[in-house]
């Protein structure tokens, strides 16, 4: 995974057409798969829930499934949609790479 972003960190800028974009896109849904650690087994869940005493909340979970998408939200005590200067970054820091 590691040795896969650096490759596709150190492509050209000018190079990045079709082939790039394509592994860029494999390479985000990978990643977004290994970090998903969301336990989607209910009964499992369930069972965890009772051995430890922590629970998902209904806006712990909406900020979860918020995470899986287009990420509009953000977190810092409680789950709020992004400002302005948070898109803008988002669009600069897109830009960059």
């Known amino acids: 995974m590691a040795q896969t972003f650096s490759l596709l960190e150190r492509y ?6 079709p082939i790039f ?3 860029l896109s494999d390479f985000m849904e990978t990643s977004n798969k290994l970090f998903d650690i969301f336990c989607h087994d209910k009964i499992r869940r369930r069972e965890l829930e009772l051995k430890h005493p922590l629970r998902m909340s209904d806006i712990g979970f909406q900020f979860y499934e918020d995470q899986k998408g287009r990420r509009i939200g953000k977190c810092v005590a409680i789950m709020e949609d992004l400002t302005p200067s948070d898109i803008k970054f988002q669009k600069l820091a897109g830009q960059s790479t």
């Open 12 to 17: 050209l800028k000018k190079k990045r057409g």
């Open 21 to 23: 974009q394509k592994q």
